[in-house]
């Protein structure tokens, strides 16, 4: 069983960090913007992917939400990049036309379809994984037991999704910076620094950059944990720090 | 002349005929246990026989939506569905489950293919699979920016592409979004255009601000949207009483049809504002 760590924020860690833990990569890209992810955006990104694999551990390449004819150049360059630089294997996908890219470009990538592929394909029925194998995907993430018995019986490999993220809504757009108007010109990383929520009466959401509401659901309910056993998934462990994925990784140690 | 297409929600088949004498060009419904909408506003397989004949006798064409994606148990019953649709004529389906859509590019045999714009569609590449897939049209995804649709369109110019032209555009990703929609008191009240405090670090700012966009309209810049190539306006709206949306198909028809009366010089202005320079359409320049 491979486990994996994907944290909200990578500021300060170290090389030695990036080693500790007893797992076998990082997650690195954040699903929309990388300036709140490392704290020299796209830059940070590619340091970052750099320590972890100089640390004997793999790196993941998670590719952003919205891939517009803007950026999907830049981005279908960094995971090129990442492929012949750092020897970096496995992407986490959710749009259709850049895992059609990725793998026709590289065909001895692995393609895992994102939990946030969701919001492109939110039912999950016999035909999905059949179109997803079809694209090129290997493998699927999933929080919930019974997709995980439904990916493994349509022969695509499970990743079962620990600290899944939920909200009440996101956008493509920062609600910080262009929502809110909390600063002027560049990026201030007020994601980052500052407290911010949006309240009315008996509702309130916190403003996390690109989601409001945002939380992180744990498997509470041992049927996760089995299943994960039976099916032999590869672990995806998502934490907004390191103490909690750690946490959360000893927890998973303990039900495997 | 430039096509175009006004294409309007009918929620039952009273709606049809009034809908097409304001001036629809074509008109889409859903098909009842198969769409995200109540059942209420959705048609039967015999209702939906009978407006693809009015349709058709009227010169205008019928879409069937299958919004959602498609729970396994309905699956089976769905493509059985589809072949009667097929063969009796409807004029297309659009699609809104990926594996779904795949299924269906091999299975119809008449009608034309169109991806919902709850497929999340954001780039050229993802069009071109869909039309590896058979494809006919794509509506575009409701939160990319003029220059995104731009790119698009001058990539893939042989896919027909659609907008929503007269609805609900939210600042935020509608297709998954969890904010409430609830009844309160009597009125329907969506989370998101409910004013809010915003709190910064524990201390109250103002003023009060919603987190969504109003109804929008764009009959105000149809004139940029075919500048760009755009070929069909979808007017939102199968659950609103047909009443409510005449005055919309009206308007939009208005503003479709003086397109085609704008000066030389205006359209001109318009084809440079809409970065067409390298693709220049004869309507547009006089």
Redesign the interface.
């Known amino acids: 069983m491979s486990v994996y760590l994907g944290l909200t924020n990578y500021d300060g860690l170290t090389a030695e960090q990036f080693a500790a833990p007893a797992a076998d990569g990082w997650v690195l890209g954040d699903l929309f913007c990388n300036d709140r992810m490392f704290r020299h955006g796209d830059n940070g990104l590619t340091d970052t992917v750099r320590q972890v694999v100089r640390a004997g551990r793999e790196a993941i390449y998670q590719t952003p939400m919205y891939l517009t004819d803007r950026n999907f150049p830049a981005i279908a360059r960094t995971a090129d990049y990442f492929y012949e630089e750092y020897g970096v294997r496995t992407f986490l996908v959710q749009d259709v036309g850049f895992a059609d890219w990725l793998a026709e470009r590289r065909p001895d990538a692995h393609l895992i379809w994102s939990r946030m592929g969701r919001s492109r394909a939110s039912i999950l029925n016999r035909e999905l994984p059949e179109f997803l194998r079809q694209l090129g995907v290997q493998a699927m993430e999933t929080s919930m037991p019974g997709r995980m018995a439904r990916i493994s019986d349509a022969g695509l490999d499970v990743c079962a999704v620990c600290g899944d993220l939920r909200y009440h809504t996101l956008s493509r757009e920062c609600y910080t910076k262009y929502l809110l108007g909390c600063y002027d010109g560049l990026c201030g990383r007020a994601c980052r620094s500052e407290k911010l929520s949006l309240n009315r009466e008996r509702f309130s959401m916190s403003v996390d950059g690109h989601l409001l509401g945002a939380s992180r659901q744990e498997p509470k309910d041992p049927a996760f944990y089995q299943a994960a056993n039976k099916y032999a998934a590869h672990i995806m462990i998502y934490a907004d720090e390191l103490p909690e994925a750690e946490r959360l990784l000893n927890t998973v140690r303990a039900h495997s | 002349m430039v096509r175009s297409e006004l294409l309007a929600p009918a929620g039952e088949p009273a709606a049809l005929a009034p809908l097409l004498d304001a001036g629809a060009d074509a008109i889409y419904v859903g098909l009842s246990g198969f769409s995200s909408r109540p059942q209420s506003s959705d048609l039967s397989l015999e209702e939906i026989e009978k407006a693809a004949a009015l349709c058709h006798a009227r010169g205008a064409r019928l879409h069937i939506a299958l919004n959602?994606?498609?729970?396994?148990e309905k699956?089976d019953a769905l493509y059985n569905s589809v072949s009667a649709l097929d063969e009796m004529g409807v004029d297309a389906l659009i699609a809104a489950?990926?594996?779904?859509l795949?299924?269906l590019s091999k299975q119809l045999r008449h009608a034309e293919l169109h991806a919902s714009t709850l497929?999340?569609?954001?780039?050229?590449?993802?069009?071109?699979?869909l039309q590896k897939l058979g494809v006919r049209r794509t509506v575009l995804s409701t939160?990319?920016?003029f220059?995104?649709m731009d790119?698009?369109l001058q990539?893939v110019p042989d896919m027909e592409f659609e907008i929503v032209a007269d609805g609900g555009i939210c600042?935020?990703?509608n297709?998954?979004?969890?904010?409430?929609h609830v009844n309160e008191g009597g009125a329907y009240t969506v989370?998101?255009q409910?004013?809010?405090?915003?709190?910064?670090?524990?201390r109250e700012q103002s003023p009060k601000?919603s987190?969504g966009a109003r109804h929008i309209s764009s009959w105000e810049i149809v004139d940029a949207y075919l500048e760009l190539g755009i070929f069909s306006f979808k007017i939102e709206g199968r659950t609103v009483p047909y009443p409510y949306i005449l005055p919309r198909v009206r308007k939009l028809r208005q503003a479709l049809d003086a397109y085609e009366t704008r000066s030389g010089r205006e359209t001109s202005v318009l084809h440079y504002l809409c970065r067409r320079s390298g693709h220049a359409r004869e309507a547009a320049v006089k």
């Open positions: 959602g994606g498609v729970p396994e699956l489950d990926w594996g779904v795949a299924r497929l999340g569609t954001y780039n050229s590449r993802t069009i071109r699979y939160n990319l920016y220059d995104e790119a698009i990539t600042f935020n990703d297709r998954i979004c969890e904010l409430p989370y998101c409910q004013d809010y405090t915003l709190f910064r670090n524990g601000r987190i």
